[in-house]
């Protein structure tokens, strides 16, 4: 669930990449970095731990020049947050260059690494992610494009790539399109990101998605495009819909404002609150989600819930003791609001229900008589191999607990969950061709073997940092 940005053939591209990272934030809070290539083909790396606004100071900026960058925002579904797992990935071989920045996660990373390290590949992080640089150095392609389809043959899982070859920029995004990524024209140049939102704050002009399968180079030449990876079913991840893309995106050719707000009127639907006097949102990628359910529902929307900004996703933490602190920090209650008050909080999804159980005991102090919680997805119930940060059940409170344990534990009035068929209905291209085995359980392809030695790095011992 990281987020990627890309520039080819734009002045100052490393200074546009920044500026595109920053409307990615939201898809990863521990590191950020951008790699750029010159006019002479030399490649500068400059990577930190932390906020993109905190990683590049005017000395880093100033020594990342040349029309060609590529950046990387991480979000760790696994292991360590660590510099050395910081992307994007610089590599130098023979007399060459590639960089690499990877959104998603290998299903099989422990069987590429194994092979990789038998054949005497040496790692320095332990992503996923490197297993692909170790790929591509290793082909033999005619064209660079050649070279990245062969290396990617025989990968699984979610991937979308921006990848740099001495002076040739290529994108690829996985045969069963889990992650979105977009790519859009600024003037001569050609501007690639997970969501279209990074293309706006640079004035890119959107074109299309990049298609499931296809690898994308352009350089000198200009743009070209193949289909060089064996074709699969879709499969495009609905919790980005559901919570993880900004509302101000289009997502998967649907603006995800729309699909937030068509969940809500749908969940009204399915699970009203008769009688409730005010609907307020868990701000704020529930907002559009009230917003839909209090339009269906005739009842008044306020904003009873006040966040501060100033506190980052507490979801994408990458530890549990990390999210119980910003909790407390992170919202306010509007005692005038509350106070009385039979309420509906809508939110778009639980997950280890650390956020809402301390959220109810916020209104709850804050005076609210009754607290219907209402929740615009589907309870999430099995782990996710695909880049979402569920890795084990154990963590999921809904596959702990029945619906009843959930309302004690939760200590709400009532709670209401919207269906999967709910959910899926109102998605912008129809219900299928979307993964939602962490809703159902049905995984759409195998799982991976060894999941517990995936998260332990490989085989390696080490915690593995998934992209």
């Given amino acids: 669930m990281c987020g990627i940005f890309g520039v080819y053939g734009v002045r100052d591209a490393a200074a546009l990449t920044q500026l595109g990272l920053y409307s990615l934030q939201h898809r990863g809070q521990e590191s950020a970095g951008i790699v750029a290539v010159d006019d002479a083909r030399h490649a500068r790396v400059s990577r930190a731990m932390g906020l993109v606004s905190e990683g590049f100071g005017d000395e880093e900026m100033e020594a990342l020049r040349g029309p060609i960058a590529i950046g990387h925002t991480r979000y760790s579904t696994a292991g360590a947050s660590a510099i050395e797992n910081a992307q994007p990935i610089l590599a130098r071989v023979r007399r060459s260059h590639i960089a690499l920045a990877h959104n998603g996660n290998l299903t099989n990373a422990v069987e590429l690494r ?11 992080s332990t992503m996923d992610s490197e297993a692909i640089v170790h790929r591509i150095a290793r082909a033999h392609g005619a064209t660079p494009e050649d070279r990245v389809a062969e290396a990617l043959q025989g990968i699984e899982g979610a991937y979308c790539l921006l990848i740099i070859l001495d002076d040739t920029v290529l994108v690829a995004r996985d045969p069963h399109g889990w992650r979105p990524l977009v790519m859009g ?3 001569d140049g050609w ?4 969501e279209t939102c990074a293309l706006d704050i640079v004035g890119a002009v959107y074109e299309r998605e990049v298609q499931p399968g296809e690898i994308i180079a352009v350089d000198a030449q200009g743009l070209r495009s193949v289909y060089a990876l064996p074709p699969a079913p879709i499969h495009r991840c609905v919790f980005e819909h559901v919570y993880f893309a900004r509302p ?13 707000r068509a969940l809500g009127r749908q969940l009204a639907r399915e699970c009203p609150a ?23 529902s005739g009842t008044s929307y306020e904003l009873a819930l006040i966040r501060n900004h100033y506190i980052g996703r507490t979801f994408i933490l990458p530890t549990q003791a990390g999210r119980d602190a910003k909790v407390k920090v992170k919202y306010n209650p509007v005692r005038e609001l509350l106070e009385g008050k039979s309420v509906v909080m809508v939110d778009d ?13 916020l209104v709850r102090a804050a005076g609210a008589r009754e607290v219907h919680m209402r929740v615009s997805s589907a309870p999430i119930i099995s782990p996710c191999y695909y880049g979402i940060d569920t890795p084990r059940r154990e963590e999921l409170i809904a596959a702990q607990m029945t619906h009843d344990e959930l309302v004690r534990h939760l200590g709400v009035d009532s709670l209401g969950y919207l269906s999967i068929d709910g959910m899926l209905s109102v998605m912008p291209e129809g219900p299928g061709g979307y993964c939602h085995a962490c809703f159902s359980g049905k995984y759409p392809t195998a799982t991976p073997s060894e999941p517990e030695l995936l998260r332990a790095g490989g085989g390696a011992g080490l915690p593995v940092g998934i992209a």
Avoid: K, Q
């Fill in 248 to 260: 101000d995106s289009a997502v998967f050719s649907g603006s995800v404002d729309r699909s937030r």
């Fill in 191 to 194: 501007v690639f990101a997970s």
């Fill in 349 to 361: 999804s639980i997950v280890r229900g650390t956020t809402t159980r301390g959220l109810v005991s």
């Fill in 114 to 124: 194994r092979d990789l390290e038998d054949g005497g590949a040496i790692f320095s």
């Fill in 185 to 187: 024209r600024l003037g």
């Fill in 274 to 296: 008769p009688g409730a006097d005010i609907v307020f949102a868990v701000p704020d990628s529930s907002n559009s989600a009230a917003l839909g359910f209090a339009d269906e």
